[in-house]
């Protein structure tokens, strides 16, 4: 048999030959003469799986080795007896790990602290959940915004968006890309959403660029109507709004949910589902080598500083989300490369904390975040 992979999922190559014949293509560029005679294929975000694509084609079975999945046309597919599995929550700890970033750095710059703010989480499914608990932790005041897991489990976890923009000081945005439907989600972030906020207020998207509308946010920007914006996904990717780049206080090339962890459980997940479906005889296949940073012991000494300080020396020793913001800045025609070569960002649980004069609490704290 044979499959088609795109050639920027990690930890993949050599691991099918054993099963198929394995081609390689660029993600994007992957066309239906690609497929005639293929019959499955593993892709990233930047492959559009529709009729324009596989009319025609042998391929029965699809994997995406990411949480989203807007990129397949999912009717279409049950139409043709296609298969398609998506990684479902591979990467939510890594987009955890960018929203403690980007909270640290809100903080910095405005002089906040975090026990006093109240954050409104917009989409509660596996990265929803893992950033609220992640504020939670923090001491942050948690809204939650979730209408189909509220039709399904009641009203009691959850608030209307409404109250979000009323009363949230910071709105972090994680929701699938639903274009139609009650739940809706194709510019939610709009100019009667935004005229709802005020000059307090910060938004963070991390979901779907699409899920907040360009000309909307830089007027808001614009004319300040808005305190500030971070902006890890855009319309129209790779071709971003230099003008916005310009206006929001970060901006990061779709790189939010892409830690070492997160690419090496998406690739599992897809290599899995295809063994699955398929009946080869890999079971539970991972990476066996992800490369580990240079220095994994943090060491604080916690003297005269407050939680929120240490926990923001914690997290910029895993990340320095202001890294890939100067790069954005200073290249954005070369936002897929910086995707494509990212280099190796791990997880909290990676590392190992010593806290030198530090207390139970704080420890306490840390190990909810995921430090050893």
Same mark, same amino acid.
């Not at 890309?177 to 005020?198: I, P, Q």
């Given at each position: 048999?044979?499959?088609?992979?795109?050639?920027?999922?990690?930890?993949?190559?050599?691991?099918?030959?054993?099963?198929?014949?394995?081609?390689?293509?660029?993600?994007?560029?992957?066309?239906?003469? +690609?497929?005639?005679?293929?019959? *499955?294929? @593993? %892709?990233?975000?930047?492959?559009?799986? &529709?009729?324009?694509?596989? /009319?025609? #084609?042998?391929?029965?079975?699809?994997?995406?080795?990411?949480?989203?999945?807007?990129?397949?046309?999912?009717?279409?597919?049950?139409?043709?007896?296609?298969?398609?599995?998506?990684?479902?929550?591979?990467?939510?700890?890594?987009?955890?790990?960018?929203?403690?970033?980007?909270?640290?750095?809100?903080?910095?710059?405005?002089?906040?602290?975090?026990?006093?703010?109240?954050?409104?989480?917009?989409?509660?499914?596996?990265?929803?959940?893992?950033?609220?608990?992640?504020?939670?932790?923090?001491?942050?005041?948690?809204?939650?915004?979730?209408?189909?897991?509220?039709?399904?489990?009641?009203?009691?976890?959850?608030?209307?968006? +409404?109250?979000?923009?009323?009363? *949230?000081? @910071? %709105?972090?945005?994680?929701?699938?890309? &639903?274009?139609?439907?009650? /739940?809706? #989600?194709?510019?939610?972030?709009?100019?009667?959403?935004?005229?709802?906020?005020?000059?307090?207020?910060?938004?963070?998207?991390?979901?779907?660029?699409?899920?907040?509308?360009?000309?909307?946010?830089?007027?808001?920007?614009?004319?300040?109507?808005?305190?500030?914006?971070?902006?890890?996904?855009?319309?129209?990717?790779?071709?971003?709004?230099?003008?916005?780049?310009?206006?929001?206080?970060?901006?990061?090339?779709?790189?939010?949910?892409?830690?070492?962890?997160?690419?090496?459980?998406?690739?599992?997940?897809?290599?899995?589902?295809?063994?699955?479906?398929?009946?080869?005889?890999?079971?539970?296949?991972?990476?066996?080598?992800?490369?580990?940073?240079?220095?994994?012991? @943090?060491?604080?000494?916690?003297?005269?500083? &407050?939680?929120?300080?240490?926990?923001?020396?914690?997290?910029?020793?895993?990340?320095?989300?202001?890294?890939?913001?100067?790069?954005?800045?200073?290249?954005?025609?070369?936002?897929?490369?910086?995707?494509?070569?990212?280099?190796?960002?791990?997880?909290?649980?990676?590392?190992?904390?010593?806290?030198?004069?530090?207390?139970?609490?704080?420890?306490?704290?840390?190990?909810?975040?995921?430090?050893?």
């Amino acid at each position: 048999m044979k499959v088609v992979v795109d050639d920027r999922i990690p930890f993949i190559k050599g691991v099918l030959e054993k099963y198929a014949e394995v081609v390689y293509l660029e993600g994007s560029k992957i066309s239906r003469k +690609d497929l005639l005679d293929a019959d *499955a294929l @593993i %892709i990233r975000t930047r492959t559009n799986c &529709n009729a324009n694509l596989l /009319d025609g #084609t042998k391929v029965k079975f699809i994997a995406t080795a990411t949480i989203g999945f807007d990129h397949i046309d999912t009717e279409y597919c049950g139409s043709r007896n296609i298969t398609w599995t998506n990684a479902e929550g591979c990467n939510s700890s890594s987009v955890q790990q960018y929203l403690a970033a980007a909270l640290l750095f809100i903080t910095e710059k405005f002089d906040l602290s975090l026990t006093n703010l109240t954050i409104g989480v917009v989409g509660a499914g596996n990265t929803g959940k893992k950033a609220a608990a992640l504020c939670d932790t923090l001491g942050m005041k948690v809204l939650l915004n979730d209408p189909p897991r509220e039709r399904a489990e009641g009203s009691k976890s959850f608030v209307p968006l +409404d109250t979000i923009i009323s009363k *949230a000081d @910071i %709105i972090t945005l994680h929701v699938p890309l &639903n274009y139609e439907g009650r /739940d809706k #989600t194709y510019h939610l972030v709009d100019n009667d959403l935004l005229s709802g906020l005020d000059e307090n207020q910060i938004l963070i998207n991390t979901s779907r660029g699409e899920v907040v509308k360009t000309e909307s946010i830089k007027e808001a920007l614009r004319k300040k109507k808005v305190r500030g914006c971070i902006l890890d996904v855009w319309e129209n990717e790779p071709d971003i709004d230099l003008d916005l780049l310009d206006l929001v206080d970060i901006g990061t090339p779709h790189i939010a949910g892409y830690s070492a962890d997160g690419k090496a459980n998406g690739t599992a997940m897809s290599v899995n589902s295809f063994c699955r479906h398929f009946g080869f005889d890999l079971k539970d296949w991972y990476p066996n080598s992800i490369s580990l940073p240079p220095v994994r012991t @943090i060491n604080i000494d916690c003297t005269n500083l &407050n939680h929120q300080e240490i926990i923001g020396k914690l997290i910029q020793n895993t990340y320095a989300i202001l890294e890939d913001d100067r790069a954005l800045r200073a290249s954005p025609g070369t936002f897929e490369k910086q995707r494509g070569e990212y280099p190796v960002r791990r997880e909290f649980g990676t590392f190992k904390t010593n806290l030198l004069n530090g207390n139970k609490e704080i420890e306490n704290l840390i190990k909810r975040m995921g430090f050893k």
